[in-house]
């Protein structure tokens, strides 16, 4: 299995403004993903970033708008840019290991 | 396409046996997991299921593979209060990583 932490666990943060969520994994790994949850939703993936290249973006989901970095086998960052209220969401960081993918706790994210 | 349907709200008796389905419609996939969220939590990788197979059994947890009908089940034996909780199935799309959600089914157990 993994450790996954992120930071920060939760924020509230006013529209127009941007917010990075960082996450840490115990152990080094290939493949990191980002997931948004929306309230009372299921998941979905924004992003896969891999250490080394440019990150792979889902339908939906834009660089400008969520820029990711992936500097080493052990970290990634998201932002969510120039925020508004439909942002208001827990986002996920999640790693795989042997066919399993591990969740980290998520940031819950407010925007006034 | 993408779809992953389950039903959202299943109500138990405590020490009563749960069963939670899941259908999907992507043949290629490979894996089939189940999550466990419990409120204000990340989600929890329960168990997962190889698409080869048909059954994998872990502790309270049995999990079902009908792959000709895209149907998975979870079933949790002696159901307690602590399992109380949002339980997501998900699928890896095309066999890749890329992970696949239901909308999750709240489980509430009763006394």
């Known amino acids: 299995s993994a450790v996954i932490s992120q930071k920060p666990s939760r924020d509230i943060c006013q529209r127009g403004t941007s917010l990075t969520i960082q996450c840490q994994v115990d152990?080094?790994?290939?493949?990191m993903f980002w997931y948004r949850q929306q309230p009372g939703q299921s998941l979905t993936l924004i992003a896969t970033?891999?250490?080394?290249?440019?990150?792979?973006?889902e339908s939906g989901f834009v660089i400008d708008k969520f820029p990711i970095s992936r500097p080493n086998l052990t970290f990634s960052t998201l932002t969510v840019s120039n925020m508004s209220p439909e942002d208001s969401s827990i986002y996920l960081c999640?790693?795989?290991?042997?066919?399993?993918?591990?969740f980290g706790p998520g940031t819950r994210l407010t925007v006034l | 396409g993408e779809d992953v349907e389950q039903s959202l709200f299943l109500s138990v008796r405590e020490g009563d046996s749960s069963v939670i389905n899941c259908t999907y419609t992507d043949s290629s996939s490979t894996y089939l997991y189940w999550y466990k969220q419990e409120p204000g939590a990340g989600l929890q990788l329960l168990t997962y299921?190889?698409?080869?197979?048909d059954m994998k059994q872990d502790q309270r947890l049995t999990v079902l593979l009908n792959k000709k009908d895209k149907h998975l089940s979870l079933r949790i034996a002696d159901t307690q209060t602590g399992d109380s909780a949002i339980y997501f199935c998900?699928?890896?799309?095309?066999?890749?990583?890329?992970?696949?959600f239901g909308a999750g089914t709240r489980l509430a157990v009763h006394p």
């Open positions: 152990s080094q790994v290939t493949m």
């Open positions: 299921i190889f698409s080869n197979m």
């Open positions: 970033a891999n250490q080394g290249s440019e990150a792979t973006y």
């Open positions: 998900a699928e890896n799309h095309g066999g890749y990583n890329k992970l696949i």
């Open positions: 999640s790693v795989e290991i042997v066919n399993e993918q591990f």
